[in-house]
């Protein structure tokens, strides 16, 4: 088996390596003539570059104009092997060993005798190689490059022995190699332990062994295999631990979604430690388990993939060994795989859209504005927006977008803004920007991926009628759907809670809690507004110019409503919530440490007053409102009669 890899045992080691070696190098060179540096430099990257022919000559400038600096002649040799001039190569490693008889000049020497454009070298260079090399490790055990050329010598000359030997003190001094995990490739090729032979070959692949050669490399491997050894076990054990890992991240969703608010209930002492301690610890355990969780998703396909197929094959081949075919069944089957296997993977290369998420604010035209949402970055601690985005409704949230993530962006629901005061508004304001101190928006575009691919997947297996309980995909899609959920929601309720204590901190608790009272009472009263309005207009064909402004004839019932916003302030929190309920935040901020009320002149002002044109803004939004209703439901609203503005 030695034989079958030796093309694919190079024998350069780790960047890390070369990286400290170079270093020394550079020391010595540096002691010696300072302006030989750059020249050596170049040379070197030249080199890391494939230049091999350039390198060549600025090494051989270096050591003409620095004879006692050996190193050169021999990176001068080594540059010549690699564009296949063998015989100046042992022509310069020969006058580098007469130098000096160090490690390096020694391993170099034998590693140009064993290297030959083609075929195999001579028996008489291969001895000579092997004694140059043994020489070598002795003189420097410690060094991983000696014994990489003595563990190639061991592998022409099928000495097994001192191949593993050479191979297992690599493993030690060069555990990031890629030549040493292709070393052991062999090594338990050659044993009959392909598992171990196949991580080999992987973890090589991952270290920067090319596609090429690891394809051609696992493809000997393969033919190798006994059949009987191949398909033992793999499959029942990845079925195994698949489920083991499915049912120990539901255990850990479950887990987490009731530490995490007892974590976050602990008030800290100071705003210092808004985010320290255990709820610190438990950020990062969801962020793991979150991370582990996507990792497992994209693992799992395949497997579901597999599983459909196995399992409509297996009917298909049930059919034609009972010697009777339904092709009605048969049909139905192919149908049912092609639309799961084609649905699973087209949800594989979904590309979220990064559209905006409202309608850009000029914010110089608002300046009042702008200064206040500079007052509140300040206070928190965090650079302001880059951009304000209105939208109709309620929502105020930020997020990251744009190439990089770097843009940061609040969005701003208009309808929050009836009735709500500036101080209330920047504790709302200040929970966002806690966000951003507490880097919620930063990262996160794994799960936002695997979001994205299970909703493209379930809609596939949907539209295509493949969304039934016999089929695996499906199983699969609702379950990790439900767990995901669970994870994702669990921690973003805890970043919502400790995003809150940046608000209390800065305007109070009080503050805090009116903002976000105001916000799930207006989400309340303006749903059942914009119901009532829309359900008018259509009817009766009215022109709707400001939504906010415009008084249906028939609203709900103040009684109806104040009802509506007593459940929605005081309802039951979900393991699928994505904030706690509103009840549950009020306590657990009330119990932050008091903080003296800073009172700013603006406090008790109307929230509209940072706005230059709020009807403008109105009417605005109501455009988009009318371009929805026509874009979702095909029905035109017209607009232009602002009689009710």
């Known amino acids: 088996m030695l034989g079958t890899l030796l093309a694919f045992v190079a024998l350069s080691l780790s960047a890390e390596t070369l990286q400290q070696f170079d270093a020394k190098l550079i020391d010595e060179l540096s002691a010696l003539d300072p302006g030989a540096v750059d020249i050596w430099n170049h040379a070197n990257g030249a080199r890391a570059a494939g230049q091999h022919d350039v390198a060549m000559k600025l090494y051989a400038d270096v050591y003409q104009r620095i004879p006692k600096f050996v190193h050169a002649l021999r990176r001068q040799a080594g540059e010549e092997l690699a564009i296949g001039r063998r015989d100046l190569a042992l022509q310069h490693s020969r006058e580098a060993v007469g130098i000096e008889r160090s490690a390096e000049n020694l391993a170099r020497l034998a590693e140009s005798l064993i290297v030959v454009k083609d075929g195999k070298p001579a028996s008489a260079d291969i001895d000579e190689a092997k004694k140059l090399a043994t020489e070598s490790v002795q003189k420097?055990?410690?060094?991983?490059?000696?014994?990489?050329?003595?563990?190639?010598?061991?592998?022409?000359?099928?000495?097994?022995?001192?191949?593993?030997?050479?191979?297992?003190?690599?493993?030690?001094?060069?555990?990031?190699?890629?030549?040493?995990?292709?070393?052991?490739?062999?090594?338990?090729?050659?044993?009959?332990?392909?598992?171990?032979?196949?991580?080999?070959?992987?973890?090589?692949?991952?270290?920067?062994?090319?596609?090429?050669?690891?394809?051609?490399?696992?493809?000997?491997?393969?033919?190798?295999?006994?059949?009987?050894?191949?398909?033992?076990?793999?499959?029942?054990?990845?079925?195994?631990?698949?489920?083991?890992?499915?049912?120990?991240?539901?255990?850990?969703?479950?887990?987490?979604?009731?530490?995490?608010?007892?974590?976050?209930?602990?008030?800290?002492?100071?705003?210092?430690?808004?985010?320290t301690g255990l709820s610190l610890a438990m950020r990062r355990i969801y962020s793991a388990v979150l991370f582990l969780s996507c990792t497992f998703y994209y693992i799992s396909i395949p497997i579901v993939i597999m599983l459909v197929l196995a399992a409509g094959g297996g009917i298909i081949y049930a059919c034609f060994a009972l010697g009777r075919i339904p092709i009605k069944l048969v049909l139905g089957v192919v149908v049912i795989v092609g639309v799961t296997v084609v649905s699973m993977i087209k949800s594989l290369v979904v590309r979220r859209d990064d559209e905006e998420p409202g309608l850009r604010l000029d914010l110089s035209k608002h300046p009042r504005l702008r200064a206040l949402l500079e007052e509140v970055a300040k206070r928190i601690g965090t650079r302001t927006v880059d951009h304000v985005y209105l939208t109709p409704g309620t929502d105020v949230a930020v997020m990251q977008r744009g190439k990089g993530r770097r843009e940061r962006a609040l969005i701003l629901g208009i309808a929050a803004l009836d009735g709500m005061k500036i101080r209330p508004l920047k504790a709302v304001l200040g929970h966002e920007y806690g966000h951003f101190t507490n880097k919620d928006t930063a990262g996160g575009a794994f799960a936002l991926s695997v979001r994205g691919s299970l909703h493209a997947a379930a809609y596939g297996l949907a539209t295509g009628g493949a969304a039934a309980w016999y089929n695996p995909a499906w199983l699969f899609v609702n379950g990790f759907h439900r767990l995901f959920l669970r994870i994702s929601e669990g921690a973003s309720r805890l970043q919502e809670v400790l995003a809150d204590r940046w608000a209390a901190f800065a305007y109070g608790a009080d503050a805090f809690e009116a903002g976000l009272r105001h916000v799930v009472e207006r989400s309340v009263r303006f749903n059942a507004h914009i119901g009532a309005t829309l359900n008018e207009v259509v009817k009766q064909k009215l022109p709707l110019a400001n939504l906010y402004t415009y008084r249906p004839a028939q609203n709900a019932k103040e009684d109806d409503l104040a009802k509506a916003v007593d459940e929605a302030l005081n309802r039951k929190g979900s393991a699928y919530d994505s904030h706690p309920p509103a009840a549950e935040r009020f306590a657990i901020i009330r119990a932050l440490p008091n903080r003296m009320r800073r009172v700013e002149p603006d406090d008790e002002a109307a929230a509209w007053s940072l706005f230059n044109d709020p009807v403008e803004l109105q009417h605005a939004m109501t455009t988009q409102v009318r371009a929805n209703v026509a874009a979702n439901y095909g029905v035109s609203i017209a607009g232009a009669d602002r009689q009710n503005a």
Do not use: C
Not at 198 to 216: C, I, K, Q, T, V
């Open 140 to 275: 420097k055990p410690s060094d991983g490059y000696p014994h990489s050329v003595l563990a190639q010598v061991a592998m022409l000359s099928n000495d097994f022995d001192t191949f593993k030997r050479e191979t297992e003190r690599l493993e030690i001094l060069e555990p990031k190699a890629m030549q040493t995990h292709m070393a052991r490739v062999n090594v338990a090729a050659s044993e009959g332990d392909w598992t171990e032979a196949f991580a080999a070959l992987e973890r090589a692949h991952g270290l920067g062994l090319p596609d090429e050669d690891y394809n051609r490399v696992r493809k000997n491997l393969q033919s190798e295999v006994p059949v009987y050894i191949r398909w033992r076990k793999p499959a029942m054990l990845a079925l195994v631990i698949w489920f083991g890992g499915f049912a120990l991240l539901l255990l850990a969703g479950a887990v987490l979604s009731g530490v995490a608010l007892r974590a976050a209930r602990k008030p800290p002492q100071q705003l210092s430690q808004n985010a």
